[in-house]
Nanobody, 125 residues
Framework: QVQLVESGGGLVQAGGSRRLSCAAS????????MGWFRQAPGTEREFVAT????????YYADSVKGRFTISSDNAKSTVYLQMNSLKPGDTAVYYC??????????????????WGQGTQVTVSS
C-alpha cells in the first residue's frame, strides 16, 4: 500500500501562485509514476499532470501547460505541483495519485491505484 497526503491548498487571487505538496509513504518503491488530478463541483475528476518516478519525464493537460509544473524529490518521497498564473477556472479539489504500472504517461483516473484525500484550491477573481 501507498499512502498519499496532500497539502498546500487555500485561497489565492487570480494571477497568483500556489504550490501543492504530496507526501508519499508505505511501499513507495512500487510506484511507477505520480499524478495530479482535480475535480470541480459537478464535474468529473480530470487529469492535470504526471511525473515518472525517476523525475525524467513529465506530461501535462493542455489546460495547464505552461502554467503548472510538476516535480519530485525522491529523497523526501514528495511530489509538488507549482501553479502559476492561476485562473478562477482552476478552482477545484486537487488530488495526488500514484500508479504502479506504465506506459508513461498515464492520464486516466482508472490508471491510478492510490489516492490522497484532496486539497481545496480556490481562485478568486
Amino acid at each position: 500500500q501507498v499512502q498519499l497526503v496532500e497539502s498546500g491548498g487555500g485561497l489565492v487571487q487570480a494571477g497568483g501562485s500556489r504550490r501543492l505538496s504530496c507526501a508519499a509513504s508505505g511501499r513507495t518503491f512500487s510506484t511507477y509514476a505520480m499524478g495530479w488530478f482535480r475535480q470541480a463541483p459537478g464535474t468529473e475528476r480530470e487529469f492535470v499532470a504526471t511525473i515518472h518516478w525517476s523525475g525524467s519525464s513529465t506530461y501535462y493537460a493542455d489546460s495547464v501547460k505552461g502554467r503548472f509544473t510538476i516535480s519530485s524529490d525522491n529523497a523526501k518521497s514528495t511530489v509538488y505541483l507549482q501553479m502559476n498564473s492561476l485562473k478562477p477556472g482552476d478552482t477545484a479539489v486537487y488530488y495526488c495519485a500514484a500508479t504502479k504500472a506504465g506506459p508513461f504517461p498515464r492520464v486516466a483516473r482508472n490508471d491510478y491505484n492510490y489516492w490522497g484525500q484532496g486539497t481545496q484550491v480556490t481562485v478568486s477573481s
